[in-house]
């Protein structure tokens, strides 16, 4: 139930409430990436979160996008 509650919060965000969203979601992913790297990372499963939300966000940007145009 999480991931819907996430999805249910970005349906009540705008444009560009959204795009600052999927800016702060790409920053936390690329650190993730390079404490990965770095193996300072213990919980590696947060990755596959992370983008996992990206796309969430994405497809919701892409929605609201389509309804406004």
Do not use: W
């Amino acid at each position: 139930m999480k991931s819907k509650d996430f999805t249910n919060n970005l349906k009540g965000m705008s444009a560009d409430e959204l795009k600052d969203e999927l800016e702060a979601a790409k920053k936390e992913l690329f650190n993730l990436r390079f404490q990965n790297a770095t193996n300072q990372l213990d919980n590696t499963s947060r990755i596959k979160e992370v983008r996992r939300n990206i796309a969430r966000i994405q497809t919701v940007l892409t929605q609201v996008s389509a309804a406004e145009a």
